[in-house]
Structures are given as structure tokens and as C-alpha cells.
């Protein structure tokens, strides 16, 4: 086996994925980043080397290709995940009256659906050590739906749902679940401009949420944080 603990990151583009990968490998972590397109990730990992991290492809709406991705890091990264992050999700924003039921659905299938896929595969493999980590990523959306945003509130209740049973259930077994509401905008080149005129740090950064996603891993067990809420110094709540 190898002397590296093995992370598990499902759902990394270019933002808050890709920084987590960066901050466990920091961490001496040996990381598989999956994706539904691992052209993506390998043009992440040929613009930004990580070298204790493999990019898998992984439909995560689908048991077999999840259960393939869990497999195949095992064998390459030599161990079980210590740590698995749950970072899909699919939007299209749109009028309730508008919503096409195959959208809806294909949103819930990302968002919810696969947490439970990707959740189950790895609360199996962590039970027989008696530890790890799992979190998932959720939203604002996840404690209130707003007009237009069903097809993400739908789902986002739904995981922080599952998240809650999961942390009652496992919590015992010594697997810690944690789940991490957004609360706001994190920065990219598609939201640069909304940091106009508020100040800096008006945007999450990615790398300060992916500081916040490793320390939930590396809390004792005598004081676990369920949910943990994050959003820039400006946000209103």
C-alpha cells in the first residue's frame, strides 16, 4: 500500500474542484480527480502539474461508472479514500411553469441522485477502516428555493437531506459527513465582474474553501462539524 492517504474528489472543473485537488495533494495526499470529460482534467493538469494527482472520467449518475472510478483508484493510488468529496451539480435557471421535466430531472440525477451513488461507494469501502471523510458541496439553494432556481434548490435540499441521514447513520462507525453551503459567488473569469465596486475578497475563493473542506478532514473526532456555512466578508444573510 502506498504511504500516501487517498482522496477521492468527483465533479472538478476548473474553480473550487481543481482546488481542492491542489490542497490535498499539499496535504501529501494522493488525489483522483474525476469528471465526466477527462480531456478537461488533463488540460487542467497540462496547464497546472499536480504530481500526486490522476484524472479519471466518471458518469456519477451511474453505479457502474462510479463504482469503476473507486476501483480503479484504489488499484492505481494503492488504498482506500480517506477523504471523498461530492462536488457535481447541474442549473438551468427557468420559470417553474417553463421547467421541461427531462431538465428537472437530469439536474436532480447530478445533484442528488449522484451523492448517493458516489456517497454509498465510499461510506462501503471507509466502514472496514473505521474512519474517513466524506463532504458534499451545497448551496445557498439547499436551505431556500427562489423563483427561478428549482432546478437547483430540488436537488440541493435533497443532498443536504442525504447528508444528514448519512452523518446519523455513520457518524458512529467513525466516518465523519460534512456538508458545506456556498454561500455566494466564487470567483472565476465568468463572475470577475461582480467583484466591481465591492471591495477585495467580495468573491469566495476557491483555495480559502478548499482550506475549509481540509479542515473539516483533519477535526478530531471529539468535536465534528456537520454542516459549515462559507461566504465572502460583504455577503448579506
Same mark, same amino acid.
Given at each position: 500500500?502506498?504511504?500516501?492517504?487517498?482522496?477521492? /474528489?468527483?465533479?472538478?472543473? @476548473?474553480?473550487?474542484?481543481?482546488?481542492?485537488?491542489? #490542497?490535498?495533494?499539499?496535504?501529501?495526499?494522493?488525489?483522483?480527480? =474525476?469528471?465526466?470529460?477527462?480531456?478537461?482534467?488533463?488540460? !487542467?493538469?497540462?496547464?497546472?502539474?499536480?504530481?500526486?494527482?490522476?484524472?479519471?472520467?466518471?458518469?456519477?449518475?451511474?453505479?457502474?461508472?462510479?463504482?469503476? &472510478?473507486?476501483?480503479?483508484?484504489?488499484?492505481?493510488?494503492?488504498?482506500?479514500?480517506?477523504?471523498?468529496?461530492? +462536488?457535481?451539480?447541474?442549473?438551468? @435557471?427557468?420559470?417553474? &411553469?417553463?421547467?421541461? @421535466?427531462?431538465?428537472?430531472? $437530469?439536474?436532480? #440525477?447530478?445533484?442528488? *441522485?449522484?451523492?448517493?451513488?458516489?456517497?454509498? =461507494?465510499? =461510506?462501503r469501502?471507509?466502514?472496514?477502516?473505521? $474512519?474517513?471523510?466524506?463532504?458534499?458541496?451545497?448551496?445557498?439553494? =439547499?436551505? #431556500?428555493?427562489?423563483?427561478? *432556481?428549482? +432546478?437547483?434548490?430540488?436537488?440541493?435540499f435533497?443532498?443536504?437531506?442525504?447528508?444528514?441521514?448519512?452523518?446519523?447513520?455513520?457518524?458512529?462507525?467513525?466516518?465523519?459527513?460534512?456538508? /458545506? %453551503? %456556498?454561500?455566494?459567488?466564487? #470567483?472565476?473569469?465568468?463572475?470577475?465582474? &461582480?467583484a466591481?465596486?465591492?471591495?477585495?475578497?467580495?468573491?469566495?475563493?476557491?483555495?480559502?474553501?478548499?482550506?475549509?473542506?481540509y479542515?473539516?478532514?483533519?477535526?478530531p473526532?471529539?468535536?465534528?462539524? !456537520?454542516? !459549515?456555512? !462559507?461566504?465572502?466578508? /460583504?455577503?448579506? *444573510?
Amino acid at each position: 500500500m502506498s504511504d500516501k492517504p487517498v482522496a477521492i /474528489v468527483v465533479g472538478v472543473g @476548473p474553480g473550487l474542484g481543481f482546488a481542492l485537488v491542489k #490542497r490535498f495533494a499539499r496535504a501529501g495526499m494522493a488525489v483522483a480527480m =474525476a469528471a465526466r470529460a477527462k480531456g478537461h482534467l488533463d488540460q !487542467l493538469l497540462e496547464k497546472e502539474p499536480v504530481e500526486s494527482a490522476r484524472a479519471y472520467a466518471c458518469d456519477a449518475t451511474d453505479q457502474a461508472s462510479v463504482g469503476r &472510478l473507486f476501483e480503479e483508484a484504489g488499484k492505481d493510488l494503492e488504498g482506500g479514500p480517506e477523504l471523498v468529496v461530492f +462536488n457535481a451539480g447541474a442549473f438551468e @435557471p427557468g420559470s417553474v &411553469l417553463d421547467i421541461a @421535466p427531462a431538465d428537472f430531472e $437530469r439536474c436532480w #440525477r447530478v445533484g442528488c *441522485f449522484a451523492g448517493l451513488l458516489v456517497g454509498q =461507494a465510499a =461510506a462501503r469501502r471507509m466502514l472496514d477502516a473505521g $474512519r474517513g471523510t466524506i463532504i458534499f458541496t451545497g448551496a445557498t439553494a =439547499a436551505l #431556500r428555493g427562489g423563483a427561478s *432556481f428549482a +432546478n437547483l434548490a430540488v436537488p440541493k435540499f435533497g443532498l443536504r437531506a442525504l447528508a444528514q441521514s448519512m452523518a446519523r447513520e455513520l457518524g458512529p462507525k467513525g466516518i465523519h459527513i460534512g456538508h /458545506v %453551503i %456556498i454561500d455566494g459567488q466564487i #470567483r472565476s473569469e465568468r463572475y470577475a465582474h &461582480l467583484a466591481a465596486g465591492r471591495g477585495p475578497d467580495a468573491l469566495l475563493e476557491p483555495d480559502a474553501i478548499a482550506e475549509a473542506y481540509y479542515h473539516l478532514h483533519t477535526q478530531p473526532r471529539s468535536a465534528w462539524t !456537520l454542516e !459549515l456555512d !462559507l461566504r465572502p466578508w /460583504v455577503e448579506k *444573510f
